[in-house]
């Protein structure tokens, strides 16, 4: 189901590719945009988790740097019957954590250095088997091809656009003008950015879900949550707000502030996420 998803994925994005370049340059223009689309693709699969971790300035630990941070994963990854991943933290305030890598052989789980001053060992365990749940069900690939190739098309727009500003209003590669160039530019990054959403938030909730079997204890991950879903809306990412086609990626949206509902909404709700896991537990009525 994970790699049928993952190719109706890629399918959408070449197509956006190819719409970009065939505003651009007509049907010559379209065959350039569709290999330009192949390689990126290629190239994601084999490289976007080590741009992502780039990107954040992640440094990888072991046993010896982080040893209570590395038992946790060693065992949840032992109970998840997955490869143990490598590890690395970002020095960042805001706390949030995501995972990456085409798959659970070559999986990486990343967390802040907010998230660990801020949740306690139980807490922790209830984030990193969300994350680890994210790459036993193979969703890393999903995420850090979405990130780049999104990413991507937002930087194909910005040529089209530049093309279509220099290339004059009658110029023959440009079939529908001007206008259509500056429509292309506009519509091609919503429309990966739809798509990789979409995918995010059910991602999220099967997460949730993986992420409190592997732990064993539903309420870790829903306590979590509500602390990172609090400090997320006051302590940035900048990072994160430069860069925000990776935004999916994390355990919570780190763009500070941002409340997006319905198709633009690259997470489901925290206040649902957190009622789903306490009704895993058999827990009902107000936290606490």
Request: include cysteine.
């Amino acid at each position: 189901m994970n790699i049928f998803r993952t190719g109706l994925l890629l399918a959408a994005l070449t197509a956006i590719f190819m719409v970009v370049g065939y505003v651009v340059g007509g049907q010559g223009g379209m065959i350039v945009a569709l290999l330009v689309a192949a390689a990126t693709n290629l190239f994601a699969y084999w490289n976007s988790d080590k741009l992502v971790l780039n990107l954040y300035g992640a440094r990888e630990v072991d046993r010896a740097a982080a040893p209570g941070l590395y038992g946790i994963v060693e065992q949840l990854a032992d109970r998840a019957g997955i490869p143990m991943p490598r590890i690395y933290v970002v020095d960042q305030e805001q706390p949030n954590a995501f995972a990456t890598g085409r798959n659970p052989e070559h999986a990486a789980v990343c967390v802040t250095a907010g998230l660990l001053n801020t949740v306690d060992q139980q807490e922790l365990a209830g984030v990193l088997g969300h994350e680890l749940g994210h790459i036993k069900h193979r969703d890393t690939l999903t995420m850090t091809i979405t990130a780049t190739v999104a990413g991507a098309i937002g930087m194909l727009a910005n040529l089209a656009l530049f093309f279509g500003a220099f290339g004059g209003r009658d110029s023959r590669n440009n079939p529908l003008g001007f206008i259509g160039v500056i429509l292309v530019a506009i519509l091609a990054p919503i429309a990966a950015t739809l798509v990789q959403l979409a995918i995010s938030r059910s991602r999220e909730y099967e997460a949730d879900r993986g992420g409190a079997e592997i732990s064993g204890h539903p309420l870790w991950l829903a306590s979590a949550l509500e602390k990172i879903d609090a400090y997320a809306q006051r302590v940035p990412n900048p990072i994160a707000a430069a860069h925000p086609a990776t935004a999916h990626l994390f355990i919570m949206n780190p763009l500070s502030g941002a409340r997006m509902a319905g198709l633009f909404a690259s997470h489901p709700s925290t206040a649902n996420r957190i009622r789903r896991l306490r009704e895993m537990a058999g827990v009902s009525g107000p936290w606490g």
